[in-house]
């Protein structure tokens, strides 16, 4: 028997060298249930997240100041590397979205310098279209997130 556990979030979070993932939870029941997938259940998880979705921050504080709300993270041991398995979005060079820069950070990261999670090898291509203003309230729909994008994805804008 094998156990696949296909695993989402309210958020991802990603430490700024893109070394090493965990999830926030929220919510009644949330975060006993992932956790006991992943540290109990499964013999793979595949974490699915919108690149947007994948928070590279220092720590949970920082979301909890950003959100005002009360997220727990669920840590991935290191020894569920070989088992964890990132599948997520990217965005082509030179785009006008705000996660240009956050995508080519991820890309660029090789798994064998992952420490808990292994990247899917061909991230999923999206390329959202509209004016910038319009791209940017698409790629980053939650304002107390918008606001703080430069410091959150690198994101300048023009």
């Not at 259940?41 to 974490?47: A, G, S």
């Not at 006008?96 to 080519?104: A, D, G, N, T």
């Not at 990247?119 to 959202?128: D, H, N, S, V």
Request: overall charge negative.
């Amino acid at each position: 028997e094998f156990t696949i556990g296909i695993v989402t979030a309210n958020w991802f979070h990603i430490t700024r060298d893109y070394s090493t993932i965990s999830l926030y939870a929220s919510g009644r029941g949330h975060y006993t249930f992932k956790k006991e997938l992943i540290d109990n259940i499964c013999d793979l998880v595949i974490l699915i997240s919108p690149l947007g979705k994948l928070l590279p921050l220092e720590d949970i504080n920082e979301l909890n100041e950003l959100s005002s709300s009360e997220y727990n993270p669920i840590h991935i041991p290191f020894e569920n590397k070989d088992r964890t398995l990132l599948l997520t979005t990217c965005r082509p060079h030179q785009s006008i979205s705000p996660l240009e820069i956050h995508s080519r950070n991820l890309e660029d990261k090789e798994n064998s310098n992952t420490k808990n999670y292994v990247k899917w090898e061909k991230l999923i291509p999206y390329k959202p279209s509209g004016k910038e203003s319009e791209v940017e309230s698409i790629e980053l729909p939650h304002g107390y997130i918008r606001k703080k994008s430069e410091h959150v994805y690198n994101y300048k804008k023009n």
